[in-house]
C-alpha cells in the first residue's frame, strides 16, 4: 500500500510538472537552439542520474538490456522530446502540448496495426480515436491560413512525428522486462537521447543570435531538475507500479495545464476552436482509457508528450 501511494504521487507530479515544460522549453528556444537547449538539458539530467547509481554500486545491464534503453532513448527522448522543443520554435507551447495529447491514441493504433493485433478496439475505443483525431484535425484547421507558411506546417508536423516516436519508445520499453531500478532506466534513457540530440545539433540549430540570458538558465535549470529527473523518474516508477491505463491520466491533464500556463505566463492566445479542440483531444483519450480498463490486453502501453519531454512532453 505504501509503494501504491508512493507511485500515485509520482504520477500527480508528472502531471503537474510535465504540463509546464511546454512553456518552459518555449522560453529556452527563444534563446538558445533547441537541440542544444535540450540536448544540454538530459546529458546532464541523465548524467546525474547515471553517475548516482553507479556511485551506489549499481552497474549498468548487460548489453542486450542496455540497447533496448538506449533505442528507447533515441526514439522517446532525442526524437521525441527534441521535435517538441524544435516545433515549439514556430507553434505554441499550447498547442504542442495538445498534438503531443494524442499518444493513448497512436499507442492504440501501433498495436492494432504493428504488435500482432494484440489491442482489441471496442467501441468506446474507436469513439475516442475518432474524437482524438477530430480534435487533431482542428488544431490544424484553426491555423489553416498559417500552414503557408513551411515553418509553422513544419513545427506542427514536427511535433505530430514526435508523438509517433514517443510511442514507439514506449512500446519498446513496455516489452522490455525490469532488470535496473526504474528512475536508473530513466538516466539511462535521458543521457542516450541527450547524446542524439547534441550530435544533431550542429546539423540542424541555427547558432546566430545565440544568448543563454537569465531566462534561459533558469529555464534549463527547471527542466533538468524538474522536467526530467523528477518527471521522467516519476513517469518510470509510476508505470512500473501502476496499471498502463492509469498513468495515462496525464495525457489529458498535461494540455490543460500547458494551456494555461502558456496563456497566463506568456500571453498565448486561446481560441474557441483550440479550448474545443482540447475538449475533443481530451474526451477521445478518456474514452479510449475508459474502453481499455473493460479488458486486460496481452501489451499494456502507457502514453507519453513529451514530447514530457519524457516533455515528451515534452514532453515535453
Known sequence: MRNQWRAYLALAAMCIIWGTTYLAMRVGIMHVPPFLFLGIRQVVAGGLLCLFFLGSGHRFPAWKDLKIHLLAGILMIGIGNGLVGWGEQHVTSGIAALICSMMP??????????????ERVNGKMALGILL???????????????????????????IVVATLSWAGGTLLLKKQKPVIKPVFAAGIQLLSGGVFMLIISPFSDNYGGMEFTGEAVYALLYL?????????????????????STVSMYAYINPLVALFAGWLLLDEVLSRHILFAGLLTIGGIYLVTAGRRRKKPALSPAPVPGPRERQASATQ
Open 132 to 158: 482524438g483525431f477530430g480534435g487533431l484535425v482542428l488544431i490544424f484547421s484553426d491555423g489553416l491560413q498559417d500552414l503557408v507558411n513551411p515553418a509553422y506546417a513544419s513545427g506542427m508536423i514536427g
Open 224 to 244: 533538468i531538475v524538474f522536467g526530467s529527473i523528477v518527471s521522467y523518474g516519476s513517469f518510470t516508477y509510476a508505470l512500473e507500479k501502476l496499471p498502463a
Open 105 to 118: 491514441i497512436w499507442l492504440i493504433l501501433f498495436n492494432v496495426f504493428f504488435m500482432g493485433n494484440t
